[in-house]
């Protein structure tokens, strides 16, 4: 069926280090895709998101990079803080008007 | 900013209650949606709501029910909780493709 995955459940980096959060998705016909970062005790926050236009997007110390012929999506954080761990889920949409199918989560750790 | 709130950030209940959570969000979203997370699982759609008095059901809706009466408001029945029913549930508003989600309500079904 169709699913949103991601290969690592945990991540730990030392901090000042890139991190770099994988997800891969089956629904080629999907065309939005999504991160959310979840502190612990919080609902999911948005971080960025991307079209399937596109290849590549930045943010604020954020890139998304969406590789659709192998349907792979990362997330870079780069000079990743202690305040970025949390728990990292990828979304995509399925076409059906605002719904979102979300990966299972990353728990990003960051070492001082 | 989009402010999605939830009445409760924890609850407890009893086998065979009637459970309501409340969702309230304040920019006028047309779009709302409730579901449930649990470890290993993410998260998973139960219920949604494209417009006051319309719901749809999602992936996982079996043991719930909906109420959109005001476009601002969301809310997700259990009519008779069972310990299964133990998880967070997190609210989410959108108007077109990002979603707003609330701090979750953690619900303890005894």
């Known amino acids: 069926g169709e699913s949103v995955g991601l290969h690592l459940p945990t991540l730990s980096v030392q901090e000042g280090d890139n991190s770099i959060i994988n997800c891969a998705y089956s629904?080629?016909?999907?065309?939005?895709f999504i991160w959310y970062k979840q502190e612990s005790g919080k609902g999911p926050q948005f971080i960025i998101d991307?079209?399937?236009?596109?290849d590549k997007r930045q943010g604020q110390r954020v890139t998304v990079l969406l590789n659709k012929t192998v349907k792979h999506l990362s997330l870079q954080i780069a000079a990743t803080q202690p305040g970025d761990s949390a728990v990292y889920f990828c979304a995509e949409e399925n076409n059906q008007g605002g719904k979102l199918i979300f990966g299972q989560g990353t728990e990003l750790s960051v070492k001082p | 900013d989009v402010k999605v709130t939830q009445s409760s950030r924890y609850l407890v209940k009893r086998t065979g209650e009637k459970v309501f959570l409340e969702c309230v969000q304040d920019m006028d979203h047309e779009n709302m949606f409730w579901y449930r997370q649990d470890p290993g699982l993410g998260l998973r759609l139960i219920y949604f709501?494209?417009?006051?008095?319309?719901?749809e059901k999602g992936d996982i809706p079996e043991g719930y029910s909906v109420s959109r009466e005001k476009k601002e408001r969301f809310s997700l029945i259990l009519e008779s909780a069972s310990t299964n029913q133990t998880s967070m549930y997190l609210c989410?508003?959108?108007?077109?493709?990002?979603?707003?989600f609330g701090p979750g309500t953690r619900l303890t079904v005894l």
């Open positions: 991307i079209r399937s236009n596109m």
């Open positions: 709501s494209y417009d006051v008095k319309m719901k």
């Open positions: 629904n080629s016909a999907s065309d939005y």
């Open positions: 989410a508003s959108s108007e077109y493709n990002e979603q707003f």
